[in-house]
């Protein structure tokens, strides 16, 4: 079930016109395509056949570690579909190269870079010595879900948290640009964070200033709002997604689609699933439901002869849980065993024969393993009782990770918990952590480390607030209950406060010190504004007011508009949204309320538009590249990307350890002398 009701045919037909225009002009006979965005071109370009010049084109899925087919060769025109990323052009030219001269002066090769080609893109083309004809495609998004608008570049995330105004962050403004150019102005925009407020700016420039272009001939949009959030204003959502059972069942098996529902209660073994089935052995063609553990139903389909192995499957899981809850002596996990023992059950509803996803099953695996459970034990303990950790025991599991040489973005990911639990760890384990980090892993984790402790992720001592604040804050014990229960992320709060005009109601909701909050709103009340507006209440908000700014030209809807409309918004996030945060966007969508008490979902449809909807393992793992960082310097009022060894990098920052000890021993001598 989708919520959001908007039409968005008219982006879809843009996007098939710009493929379809490319395609005529290079005569393309098969256009390849990498397999992180082969499905998004695939649904954009439509059926083929039906277009009678492109009747012959093939659209093919290029693998990742895969080379170009030999048998493509018998084609003459080629044509390449990629992004603005000069990594996956390097490895289309290192392909090319591998043909031989004859063969490549037979073809035809086209490049199709999206939404624009970098300069450090041209310049690899450029040195390659290859005859490459280099085509801008002006689709910069694409349309992934009803209510969910994907840029695919999980690159964005660092760009966000760095401050850098990369490609990646172009490539965003280019998307509301382009929503602009289709759907009308934005009558409103509002930003939070510092890439938002340059953004939206940007957006005004392009439109009122660059053109020199009056208001009234645009027409108006048929989004009632914009809203532009930098992914660095809440980077705890992130960093705290999967966090619970829910999250992590849905993270590990990465459903594509709706969320799932929960029932609890009743278990099938092997025997009584296959009796339930034969009892509906004629039924086929229905769609039977899968259930566990969140708020939406989802189906699937399997061929109904996997349906014994899968039984046997689940009696296997289940067995192995129950013997994993017997050998173990600790109460705790045994309750967070047993919770999950009674997550993965099944059940037959109503009589209709349950169906299952293989796949399912064998990411549930996963879940059984002692370590899987050991680690989550601590983050779960991390976040409840942050004020009685046993430190010395946190600070050599950490460590005893990085000697089992655990992948690093999961030994990041525990150590940044630990660090913004108890506000900052000890100085003294921080240094032993990084020695070991760059012991173990390499060098080319400094930056990464370093970009961690600017952000105040992983650092000692400096972070702003406790997680244990917010959580007695709201009186739930568990932080799973403030991302899917009554208490949104922040980035989804602050989009909620944004949507309402009168914000009075849900202020008591807004993380921060409610004795505060009260008494800033008995200020405001007591003052000639009679009523809040969201400028206001984001002086609340994490980060103050100095980077939360509301177009003056702009009007606030007033209250007596009609509250039977029901508004468009957009929600564009910088940096990549999580499953967290958008599972809390759709149920605002879904709140339903009576004709004289509406809720959110009756006034509000949200569209996300995002880089990636990504998990949180996903997203600090592009915050950082392992084999290379990338500089930028102002070259002619532009900016150049550079592209930095690790391993140069490492060396560098070596020999000046060794010049500053050197300048020391020497000043040393000097002073022994005098």
Same mark, same amino acid.
């Given at each position: 079930?989708r919520?959001s009701s908007?039409?968005?045919?008219?982006?879809?037909?843009?996007?098939?016109?710009?493929f379809?225009q490319?395609?005529?002009?290079t005569?393309?006979?098969?256009l390849l395509?990498?397999?992180v965005?082969?499905?998004?071109?695939v649904?954009?370009?439509?059926?083929?056949?039906?277009?009678?010049t492109l009747?012959k084109?093939?659209?093919?899925?290029l693998?990742?570690?895969?080379a170009?087919?030999s048998k493509?060769?018998?084609?003459?025109?080629?044509?390449?579909?990629?992004?603005?990323?000069h990594?996956?052009?390097?490895?289309?030219?290192?392909?090319?190269?591998?043909f #031989?001269?004859?063969q490549f002066?037979?073809?035809?090769?086209?490049?199709?870079?999206?939404?624009?080609p970098s300069?450090?893109?041209?310049?690899i083309i450029?040195?390659?010595?290859?005859?490459i004809s280099?085509?801008?495609?002006?689709?910069?998004?694409?349309?992934?879900?009803?209510d969910f608008?994907?840029?695919?570049?999980?690159?964005a995330?660092?760009?966000?948290?760095?401050?850098?105004?990369?490609?990646?962050?172009n490539?965003?403004l280019?998307?509301v640009?382009?929503?602009?150019?289709?759907f009308?102005?934005?009558?409103?925009i509002?930003?939070?964070g510092s890439?938002?407020?340059?953004m939206?700016?940007?957006?005004?420039?392009?439109i009122?200033?660059d053109?020199?272009?009056e208001k009234q001939?645009?027409?108006?949009?048929?989004f009632s709002k914009i809203?532009?959030?930098?992914?660095?204003?809440?980077?705890? #959502?992130?960093l705290l997604?999967?966090?619970?059972?829910?999250?992590?069942l849905k993270?590990?098996?990465?459903f594509?689609?709706q969320?799932?529902?929960?029932?609890?209660?009743?278990?099938?073994g092997h025997n009584?699933?296959n009796?339930?089935l034969?009892?509906?052995? @004629?039924q086929k063609?229905?769609?039977?439901q899968l259930l566990?553990?969140?708020?939406?139903p989802?189906y699937?389909?399997?061929?109904s002869l996997?349906i014994?192995?899968?039984?046997?499957?689940?009696?296997?899981? #289940?067995?192995?849980?129950?013997?994993?809850?017997a050998?173990?002596?600790?109460?705790l996990?045994?309750?967070r065993?047993?919770?999950?023992?009674?997550?993965v059950?099944f059940?037959?509803?109503l009589?209709?024969?349950?169906?299952?996803?293989?796949?399912?099953l064998?990411?549930i695996?996963k879940?059984?393993?002692?370590?899987?459970?050991?680690q989550?034990?601590?983050? @779960?303990?991390l976040l409840?009782?942050?004020?009685?950790?046993?430190h010395?025991k946190?600070q050599?599991?950490i460590?005893?990770?990085?000697?089992q040489?655990?992948p690093p973005?999961?030994?990041?990911?525990?150590?940044?918990?630990y #660090?913004?639990?108890i506000?900052g760890?000890e100085?003294?384990?921080?240094?032993?952590?990084?020695?070991?980090?760059l012991?173990?892993?390499g060098?080319?984790?400094?930056?990464t480390?370093?970009?961690?402790y600017?952000i105040?992720?992983?650092?000692?001592?400096k972070?702003q607030?406790?997680?244990k604040?917010?959580?007695?804050?709201f009186?739930?014990?568990?932080?799973?209950?403030?991302?899917?229960?009554s208490?949104?992320?922040?980035?989804?709060?602050?989009?909620?406060l944004?949507?309402y005009?009168?914000?009075?109601?849900?202020l008591?909701?807004?993380?921060?010190?409610?004795?505060?909050?009260?008494r800033?709103?008995q200020?405001?009340?007591?003052?000639?504004?009679k009523r809040?507006?969201?400028?206001n209440v984001?002086?609340?908000?994490?980060?103050?007011d100095?980077?939360?700014?509301?177009?003056?030209?702009?009007v606030t809807?007033?209250?007596n508009?009609?509250r039977?409309?029901?508004?468009?918004?957009?929600?564009?996030?910088i940096?990549?949204?999580t499953?967290?945060?958008l599972?809390?966007i759709r149920?605002?969508?879904n709140l339903?309320?009576?004709?004289?008490?509406?809720?959110?979902?009756?006034?509000?449809?949200?569209?996300v538009m995002?880089?990636d909807?990504q998990?949180?393992?996903?997203?600090?793992?592009?915050f950082?590249?392992?084999?290379?960082?990338?500089?930028?310097?102002?070259?002619?009022?532009q900016?150049?990307?550079?592209?930095?060894?690790?391993?140069a990098?490492?060396?560098?920052?070596?020999e000046?350890d060794?010049q500053?000890?050197e300048?020391?021993?020497?000043k040393?001598k000097?002073?022994?002398?005098g």
């Amino acid at each position: 079930f989708r919520a959001s009701s908007f039409d968005f045919s008219a982006l879809q037909t843009f996007i098939q016109n710009q493929f379809l225009q490319l395609l005529r002009q290079t005569q393309t006979h098969v256009l390849l395509v990498d397999e992180v965005m082969y499905k998004n071109v695939v649904q954009a370009v439509g059926d083929l056949t039906n277009v009678p010049t492109l009747t012959k084109t093939k659209i093919v899925c290029l693998q990742s570690n895969e080379a170009i087919p030999s048998k493509l060769l018998e084609h003459q025109n080629l044509s390449f579909f990629t992004q603005s990323d000069h990594s996956q052009v390097q490895k289309i030219i290192s392909y090319l190269k591998l043909f #031989s001269q004859t063969q490549f002066n037979k073809l035809n090769i086209s490049m199709f870079i999206s939404p624009k080609p970098s300069f450090y893109c041209e310049q690899i083309i450029k040195d390659s010595l290859l005859k490459i004809s280099i085509f801008n495609i002006n689709v910069p998004i694409f349309i992934q879900d009803q209510d969910f608008l994907s840029l695919n570049d999980s690159k964005a995330f660092a760009d966000s948290v760095l401050g850098g105004e990369t490609q990646s962050t172009n490539q965003m403004l280019q998307s509301v640009l382009l929503l602009q150019k289709l759907f009308g102005v934005f009558k409103e925009i509002y930003f939070k964070g510092s890439l938002a407020k340059k953004m939206a700016l940007q957006c005004y420039e392009r439109i009122y200033c660059d053109n020199k272009i009056e208001k009234q001939i645009y027409p108006v949009s048929q989004f009632s709002k914009i809203i532009i959030i930098d992914r660095a204003v809440d980077p705890i #959502s992130a960093l705290l997604t999967p966090v619970g059972y829910e999250s992590l069942l849905k993270e590990f098996c990465q459903f594509q689609g709706q969320t799932i529902f929960t029932q609890q209660n009743t278990f099938i073994g092997h025997n009584d699933f296959n009796a339930s089935l034969s009892q509906n052995q @004629q039924q086929k063609g229905v769609d039977q439901q899968l259930l566990t553990l969140s708020s939406d139903p989802v189906y699937y389909k399997i061929n109904s002869l996997a349906i014994d192995k899968v039984a046997a499957e689940m009696d296997k899981i #289940s067995n192995q849980l129950k013997t994993f809850y017997a050998q173990n002596k600790n109460d705790l996990v045994q309750q967070r065993i047993s919770e999950l023992n009674q997550q993965v059950k099944f059940y037959n509803i109503l009589g209709q024969k349950l169906q299952v996803h293989t796949r399912f099953l064998s990411q549930i695996l996963k879940l059984t393993d002692s370590d899987f459970y050991r680690q989550f034990d601590i983050e @779960q303990f991390l976040l409840k009782n942050p004020d009685a950790i046993d430190h010395q025991k946190i600070q050599q599991f950490i460590s005893l990770q990085i000697i089992q040489q655990v992948p690093p973005e999961k030994v990041l990911k525990l150590a940044c918990l630990y #660090s913004i639990s108890i506000g900052g760890i000890e100085e003294k384990f921080y240094k032993l952590f990084v020695k070991n980090m760059l012991h173990m892993y390499g060098f080319q984790y400094y930056p990464t480390i370093s970009y961690l402790y600017q952000i105040n992720w992983l650092t000692y001592q400096k972070c702003q607030f406790k997680i244990k604040d917010i959580i007695e804050l709201f009186g739930h014990a568990d932080i799973e209950n403030c991302v899917f229960a009554s208490i949104q992320p922040i980035s989804v709060k602050l989009t909620e406060l944004i949507c309402y005009a009168d914000v009075y109601q849900d202020l008591y909701k807004c993380p921060g010190d409610d004795k505060d909050l009260m008494r800033y709103l008995q200020q405001m009340m007591d003052s000639k504004s009679k009523r809040l507006t969201v400028k206001n209440v984001s002086m609340m908000l994490p980060g103050g007011d100095s980077d939360t700014y509301i177009m003056e030209d702009l009007v606030t809807p007033n209250e007596n508009q009609d509250r039977k409309q029901k508004y468009n918004v957009i929600l564009c996030v910088i940096g990549g949204i999580t499953q967290a945060e958008l599972s809390a966007i759709r149920q605002l969508n879904n709140l339903k309320g009576e004709e004289n008490a509406p809720q959110f979902g009756d006034r509000f449809s949200i569209t996300v538009m995002a880089s990636d909807l990504q998990t949180g393992d996903q997203l600090i793992k592009g915050f950082f590249d392992q084999q290379k960082q990338t500089k930028f310097q102002e070259d002619g009022g532009q900016l150049k990307e550079i592209q930095v060894n690790d391993a140069a990098l490492g060396k560098e920052i070596a020999e000046t350890d060794e010049q500053n000890l050197e300048q020391v021993q020497q000043k040393k001598k000097r002073t022994r002398r005098g």
